[in-house]
């Protein structure tokens, strides 16, 4: 997860309440 973390930033916005940001 830690290497993750530019999915995380770009996956938030696009998600809904960044629910699949959270899993990640």
Sequence with gaps: ???Y???I???RP???AG???SVW
């Design 19 to 21: 629910l699949p940001a």
């Design 9 to 11: 930033v770009v996956s």
């Design 1 to 3: 997860m830690t290497g």
């Design 14 to 16: 696009l998600a809904p």
């Design 5 to 7: 973390w530019p999915v």
